[in-house]
């Protein structure tokens, strides 16, 4: 049965500007923490998933990107598998770790995301960031983009817009969706930014692309995370992955299809037996807060139109009726490429156990994960949906 699948153990360092820490610093971190707090050791561990997205051009590491992390640790003759999908990376890693147990193949692997994306070199991280998109056919982005911010914010600038011709979305509402992660994240010890912030000091902040300030994109993170993923047993602390769905957006020359996020979220729920409404809490991709609200209503989490709504009226909050990002997404905990799936996980898991400290919701029965990454036609090339739950 799919749903004999669970998370065991699960392990993540801070999220942050990490110059003096190598790949191998932080994977070895997140790694011993996810062992331990499984139970188990290296020697368990029957194959591994490392999702990676920028090391080969921010430090050159190509091509065996996770036997150079695993290695130092003793993970030795067992499959090294690479996973690289953009900023879906994490979520990438998780759904073939969850396949690889699921099909009986093995009985315990390891999902571990590890990014480093800040140089001292600024300009070359946000080259990096460009490979992202199609650079045969890329979108056009505006001056400076690649060399003085990331070119994706461009794209997250053109959803704003959207949003507000199209679901009546206003600044008041993003800046109030995003001071909810931003508080959030001031709770969480893992967070990059912990600084939390009010709407009117979101609206206040340096605007970066037209309409969106600093505040409302996630900040450039490094970090990893690790999720032990194993046959269902006896611990109490397990959490079962009821579903595990990776898609694409559509094809070209279809307009109407669903997108990447819409698409894995309907196989999930039909994977899970479950609909929206079982959901308890969610952590959803917001590199910026646009993508947030665009893809609460792709999860058929709220209706279009719904979003400004839930955005003025708490809706999404601790304290709303549906908690999305409670440990600060990607605006408040960080970007971490390649690890940010895997931290969502991390986060899901915590609250599942009732093990989330301060930022403990009092009903998480059933969490879901979505993860994004990339651009093809300015439309997310790839997605991930992960729906966990309690024994």
């Not at 999404?316 to 990607?330: D, F, I, K, Q, Y």
């Not at 093809?376 to 024994?391: F, N, P, Q, R, Y």
Request: glycine fraction near 14%.
């Amino acid at each position: 049965m799919h749903s004999d699948v669970v998370i065991r153990g699960v392990g993540m360092t801070p999220f942050g500007k990490f110059l003096g820490s190598s790949m191998k610093d932080l994977g070895r971190q997140a790694v011993l923490t996810a062992l331990a707090d499984a139970g188990m050791e290296v020697a368990d561990v029957q194959a591994v998933f490392f999702a990676n997205a920028l090391a080969g051009l921010i430090t050159g590491q190509e091509s065996i990107r996770g036997e150079t992390v695993t290695y130092p640790l003793g993970f030795g003759t067992i499959p090294v598998h690479n996973v690289e999908n953009a900023c879906a990376s994490g979520g990438n890693a998780l759904h073939l770790a969850w396949l690889a147990v699921a099909s009986g193949l093995y009985d315990t692997v390891l999902a571990l995301g590890v990014e480093k994306a800040n140089h001292e070199d600024r300009a070359r991280t946000f080259r990096a960031f460009g490979a992202g998109m199609d650079v045969e056919d890329g979108f056009a982005v505006g001056d400076g983009a690649g060399e003085n911010r990331s070119p994706f914010v461009d794209r997250q600038a053109r959803l704003a817009r959207t949003l507000f011709g199209e679901r009546g979305v206003t600044m008041d509402g993003l800046a109030r969706v995003t001071s909810r992660s931003l508080e959030n994240a001031r709770l969480n010890p893992m967070a990059h930014r912990r600084f939390g912030g009010t709407p009117e000091e979101v609206l206040k902040a340096r605007v970066v692309v037209d309409p969106l300030t600093v505040l409302m994109s996630s900040p450039i993170s490094d970090g990893a995370a690790a999720v032990v993923v194993t046959r269902r047993g006896s611990a109490e602390r397990d959490v079962r992955i009821l579903a595990s769905r990776l898609a694409t957006r559509p094809p070209k020359g279809v307009e109407d299809g669903p997108g990447a996020a819409k698409a894995a979220g309907l196989a999930a729920y039909e994977q899970a037996g479950l609909g929206p409404g079982d959901v308890d809490f969610a952590e959803v991709h917001d590199a910026s807060v646009a993508y947030e609200l665009l893809t609460w209503s792709e999860l058929g989490l709220c209706a279009p139109g719904q979003e400004q709504d839930w955005a003025m009226n708490g809706v999404t909050e601790r304290s709303g009726a549906m908690p999305v990002n409670v440990a600060g997404g990607l605006v408040g905990r960080g970007h971490a490429l390649g690890a940010s799936g895997l931290a969502q996980i991390h986060d899901i898991t915590q609250q599942i156990r009732g093990e989330a400290g301060d930022l403990q919701l009092a009903r998480a029965r059933v969490g879901l994960a979505q993860i994004g990454g990339g651009v093809i036609d300015w439309e997310t090339a790839a997605s991930t949906v992960h729906i966990l739950a309690g024994k």
